[in-house]
C-alpha cells in the first residue's frame, strides 16, 4: 500500500497569495495517477486535478498541479476567499488507492 | 449530470454490521468503480474500496476482513456492508463514482453512521 503524506499540516495564509502543497508517496504512482481533492466544512470533498495535472471539469486556472515519482505539489497562484479549505491527495496507480492525511490553508 | 444518493441506518450497534446503499441517479452504473470513503469526526477522509460494474472488488487492506461490497445494476446501486462494528466506525460515509483516469470525479452528499452500544 502506497503511503501519502502531506506537508505541512496547515498554510497560513493571506487573500492573493500563493499557496504551495507537498504530497509525498512512500512509492512511486503509477502513471502519475495522483488527484488533488479540495473539502470545505460540512461538505464532501470536490476533485480539483487528477492525473497530477489536469484541472477538472470548472476548476479555475489558478489551481494547477505539478510533479512525478514520489513527489508532487498543488499550487493555488493567487488565493480566493473561497480556497480557504483543506486538501487531500490521492494516488489511484495501483488497485489499493490512498489519501494523504491533508492541509489545511486557513486565512493568516 | 449524475447523482449519489447515501441511504441506511445512522445508528448501529457495536458488533453489529453497518449496512449502506448508494444510488446512482442521472447515469448508468456501467463503466466505472463505485467507490466507498469515509471520514471520522475531525479527521481525514480514508479510501474504503470500491466495486467495480462487473462485480470485481478492491478494499484498504486494514479493513478487507470486514468488508463487502457487491453492485446491483438492475437497481443502478452499489452497497457496503462492515461487520463487527466497533466505535471506530464512526464517520460520515461517501459513496463516490470514479473511473482510472480522473480519480474519484463524483461524490454523494455523506451520510453519518454512529456506532454505539
Known amino acids: 500500500e502506497i503511503v501519502l503524506t502531506q506537508f505541512p499540516g496547515t498554510l497560513s495564509l493571506s487573500p492573493g497569495e500563493r499557496a504551495t502543497l507537498s504530497c509525498r508517496a512512500s512509492?512511486?504512482?503509477?502513471?502519475?495517477?495522483l488527484a488533488w481533492y479540495q473539502q470545505k466544512p460540512g461538505q464532501a470533498p470536490r476533485l480539483l486535478i487528477y492525473a497530477t495535472s489536469s484541472r477538472a471539469t470548472g476548476i479555475p486556472d489558478r489551481f494547477s498541479g505539478s510533479g512525478s515519482g514520489t513527489d508532487f505539489t498543488l499550487t493555488v497562484s493567487r488565493l480566493e476567499p473561497e480556497d480557504f479549505a483543506v486538501y487531500y491527495c490521492?494516488?489511484?496507480?495501483?488497485?489499493?488507492?490512498?489519501f494523504g492525511q491533508g492541509t489545511k490553508v486557513e486565512i493568516k | 449530470q449524475v447523482q449519489l444518493q447515501e441511504s441506511g441506518p445512522g445508528l448501529v450497534k457495536t458488533s453489529e454490521t453497518l449496512s449502506l446503499t448508494c444510488t446512482v441517479s442521472?447515469?448508468?452504473?456501467?463503466?466505472?468503480?463505485w467507490t466507498w470513503i469515509r471520514q471520522p469526526p475531525g479527521k481525514g477522509v480514508e479510501w474504503i474500496g470500491y466495486?467495480?460494474?462487473?462485480?470485481?472488488?478492491s478494499y484498504s487492506p486494514s479493513l478487507k476482513s470486514r468488508l463487502t461490497m457487491s453492485v446491483d445494476t438492475s437497481k443502478n446501486q452499489f452497497s457496503l456492508k462492515v461487520s463487527s462494528v466497533t466505535a471506530a466506525d464512526t464517520a460520515v460515509y461517501y459513496c463516490?463514482?470514479?473511473?482510472?483516469?480522473?480519480?474519484?470525479?463524483?461524490w454523494g452528499r455523506g451520510i453519518t453512521v454512529t456506532v454505539s452500544s
Open positions: 463516490a463514482r470514479a473511473n482510472y483516469l480522473h480519480g474519484v470525479e463524483v
Open positions: 466495486v467495480y460494474f462487473s462485480g470485481s472488488t
Open positions: 512509492q512511486s504512482v503509477s502513471s502519475d495517477y
Open positions: 490521492q494516488q489511484y496507480g495501483s488497485s489499493l488507492w490512498t
Open positions: 442521472g447515469g448508468s452504473i456501467s463503466s466505472y468503480y
